[in-house]
């Protein structure tokens, strides 16, 4: 039994096996039942709402931008239909992306990889450029003979690969463009780019994003899924027992046999599995893998083996849902003989729950509450503060008034501090001395020098708060800022 | 070349270079083939790259390469488009009057933009990055001006200096009335704790005031006027006022009494072009001291 190990062999044939495996590639088989229906359906309805939504105009008056969804970088404004968000407000984002986390886990603890399977973009995408495979290249069976094929190509198959490759570059290409224009004007944008007067910048964007759907949509595939993307990791690591999964149901399942050899066991009375091994829910997957392995890494959980599974069921006529949402609690319920139990609210999807609930109503609340005027006030640095020539001490301020509405404002500058002191605003004759008045025009900041000059015997004190109360005169809405008043 | 490819390493199985020390041998680990490929391909590039671009120095100057770049043109040519950029924005500051400035926000916020820039440049090292100034650097931020707080007047001294030697030039200067011989010592520090005097700070003791008086009257007010309240056309300060250039101890005073006072603001006609003297104008001015 001592055999001798070759040091130069375990080198060439164990340990220097290469860690990368070629790509098998998959031709998956068409399918028809709920869950390609519900596919369909969402295909639809998340590519409708990222090509049309340039589209949708909203109405914000005059000098405004007329385009619902629009992310305007040059004057640094974030346009959503009602909401107009300002770059210092990026924090509605952040807690945005809160929320899309959360949900994500929610989702997770559910009903296992819903995002995956149903609405990831490369998902949607890949099962578009499948469509478009299947319809000009034939269905599974015929693909994989047409690449098998050795004989040299005909003209009809050269035919088949360009219309294929131009179908796909199109897509990939109005994909580039559906996103440029969340960054411009859309009607204007698409008449300057197809007159070719669009900026180059858009020209650049269409082509890196033409170029990322196509090879990511057409080539890369699920191995995107399997390879590049972290969600499968953490979504292992996440989920939990409960969690309903993409599962076959091996206690229905096994032991697999023939549709025949079942028939025949079942007269005898005796136990057989309902898995006719027929591999079409190999056949119809995306990701090329065996469900009936278990849960894995590459499913995204998409359902058309469920699909596909239950379409075999109905014709050798057996009850449906061989694969199915289920766990692996409720097999061995069932192996038991016990009813299964669905547990839907457990502590972590309540957790989950909260937290969006909480994130969500608070960025709805600070939304709904948002100020439309704020103020900024900065001490001058250098000088803190000057002595004038009859004693008295001046600080100089620069306060940055935002009027984030769409109309013009008259705002009034009360300070409150220091005794006895007079207010100034550089370049701005105030009728009313010690309340200076500005008109701060629509969607602007404007930047002001304030100076507050106090006799120095009315206030010995080293350092004296102020506020700065800035008030819009004609509609009452108001917002302030604190400093201080030093010595020199 | 070929008798030691054959030499096989039995334990790797690699063949070795054929050198060998003790009956160690050294295997041939080659570098990778696209590693080599890369190797020269860069080398190949560089010979283009001394062909097109500046490359090689010669005796008094260099090679300019086929298209004769060179990086010190590509600052021109940037610069030139940033004049061209700022160029209507510019014209219409220099075509605006001073007062006008101040009343348009947006030709305000310009030209305070492009003073403190300007400022930090060239006037920093005497006046302060603020402007807060120094011993002998008066601060802009204060009411009290030497030459006149004017936009108008601010500009004049901008323009051409104080003492600068500039033919419109500020002119007057604090003579030294000890050094030249005109006060005696004694006559000095009376004169001294007068001047202080007149803005509240208390004097000595012995202090004669009446003689004091007699001195300043006698000397002093030509420049800085009766009662010490100072002359704008001569730049002679206000002496009756809390802010004092120089310091107002007795020994600074006596300092200044004794040796005189010409500090010297030179003149940027010329070294900045008119609009840029404008915005400077009018951000001295906004520090806030401005009348």
Same mark, same amino acid.
């Given at each position: ?488 | ?13 690699? &063949? ?14 080659? #570098? ?42 590509? $600052? ?52 302060? &990055? ?9 601060? #802009? ?22 003492? &600068? ?33 007149? &803005?509240? #700070? ?18 002093? $007010? ?61 951000? $001295? ?7």
């Amino acid at each position: 039994m001592n055999k001798t190990v070759n040091p130069n062999e375990l080198t060439s044939d164990d340990n220097c096996a290469p860690l990368y495996a070629a790509r098998k590639k998959i031709y998956p088989q068409s399918v028809s039942g709920t869950f390609r229906r519900i596919k369909w359906g969402l295909m639809a309805f998340c590519l409708g709402i990222y090509y049309l939504l340039p589209f949708v105009r909203w109405n914000r008056g005059i000098g405004a931008p007329s385009q619902a969804v629009l992310i305007d970088l040059p004057n640094s404004r974030f346009y959503f239909f009602f909401i107009e968000l300002w770059p210092q407000e990026v924090y509605y984002f952040t807690g945005l992306l809160i929320v899309a986390a959360v949900a994500l886990f929610l989702m997770n603890s559910v009903g296992g990889r819903i995002w995956c399977g149903y609405l990831c973009p490369q998902t949607v995408w890949t099962d578009l450029f499948y469509a478009v495979e299947r319809l000009i290249e034939g269905d599974r069976r015929e693909r994989m003979k047409k690449d098998a094929s050795s004989d040299p190509m005909k003209l009809e198959r050269i035919s088949e690969i360009v219309l294929k490759h131009s179908i796909w570059l199109l897509i990939a290409w109005w994909t580039g463009g559906a996103w440029v224009l969340y960054f411009n004007d859309a009607p204007t944008l698409v008449k300057e780019l197809v007159t070719f007067q669009g900026p180059m910048i858009a020209y650049i964007w269409i082509g890196i994003l033409t170029a990322t759907t196509y090879v990511l949509a057409g080539y890369m595939r699920e191995q995107v899924c399997v390879y590049m993307c972290p969600w499968p990791r953490i979504q292992a690591a996440l989920t939990d027992e409960w969690a309903l999964n993409v599962t076959y149901r091996y206690d229905r399942g096994e032991k697999r046999t023939s549709v025949k050899k079942a028939a025949e066991l079942r007269a005898l009375g005796e136990h057989a599995g309902d898995c006719v091994d027929c591999y079409q829910c190999v056949a119809v997957c995306p990701t090329g893998i065996d469900i009936r392995n278990g849960p894995q890494l590459e499913c995204i959980q998409c359902g058309l083996c469920i699909d596909a599974c239950d379409n075999v069921m109905t014709k050798i006529g057996r009850p449906t849902r061989l694969i199915g949402y289920d766990n692996d609690i409720n097999i061995h319920r069932r192996q038991e003989g016990k009813a299964p139990v669905y547990r839907v609210v457990r502590a972590r999807t309540v957790v989950y729950s909260a937290i969006i609930a909480a994130v969500g109503g608070i960025m709805l609340y600070t939304l709904a509450t948002r100020s439309l005027l704020d103020v900024n006030v900065l001490h001058d640095r250098n000088p803190v503060a000057v002595r004038l020539s009859d004693g008295s001490i001046r600080n100089a301020y620069t306060v940055r008034l935002l009027n984030k509405s769409g109309y013009d404002r008259v705002i009034a500058i009360d300070v409150n501090g220091p005794v006895n002191a007079t207010v100034h605003v550089v370049g701005v004759d105030s009728v009313t001395p010690d309340r200076p008045m500005i008109v701060i025009p629509r969607d602007t900041t404007s930047e002001l020098r304030l100076l507050v000059t106090a006799p120095a015997d009315g206030n010995p004190e080293k350092s004296i708060p102020v506020r700065f109360h800035v008030t819009d005169i004609g509609l009452g809405e108001a917002a302030s800022a604190t400093d201080n008043f030093v010595s020199p | 070349m070929t008798d030691h490819h054959n030499d096989i390493d039995s334990v790797s199985g690699r &063949s070795t270079t054929g050198h060998e020390w003790d009956g160690i041998k050294e295997l041939n680990t080659p #570098l990778p083939r696209w590693w080599v490929i890369t190797f020269y391909l860069t080398i190949v590039w560089a010979i283009g790259y001394w062909i097109v671009y500046p490359a090689w120095p010669l005796i008094s100057s260099n090679t300019t390469g086929l298209f004769g770049y060179s990086t010190r043109a590509d $600052v021109a040519v940037e610069l030139a488009n940033l004049e061209k950029i700022r160029g209507a924005k510019m014209v219409a500051l220099g075509a605006a009057s001073l007062a006008e400035i101040e009343k348009d926000p947006a030709l305000l916020a310009l030209a305070r933009a492009k003073g403190k820039t300007v400022f930090g440049d060239n006037c920093a090292p005497c006046h302060g &990055s603020g402007g807060a100034g120094a011993k002998g650097y008066p601060n #802009l931020n204060d009411d009290d001006w030497l030459w006149g707080g004017t936009l108008d007047q601010i500009m004049q001294t901008i323009q051409f200096g104080a003492r &600068s030697g500039h033919a419109k030039t500020h002119e007057g200067q604090m003579l030294a009335f000890g050094k030249d011989g005109v006060l005696k010592t004694d006559e000095i520090v009376t004169v001294a704790n007068y001047v202080r005097s007149l &803005s509240g #700070l208390p004097t000595r003791k012995d202090f004669d005031a009446a003689k004091g008086e007699k001195i300043f009257a006698e000397n002093c $007010v030509a420049c800085h006027g009766d009662g010490g309240k100072g002359n704008q056309e001569l730049g002679a300060p206000n002496l009756t006022d809390k802010i004092w250039l120089y310091g107002s101890d007795e020994a600074i005073l006596i300092e200044t009494i004794g040796q005189g006072r010409a500090g010297v603001m030179p003149a940027w006609e010329g070294r900045l072009d008119p609009a840029t003297i404008k915005a400077m104008a009018v951000y $001295v001015h906004s520090l806030g001291g401005g009348k």
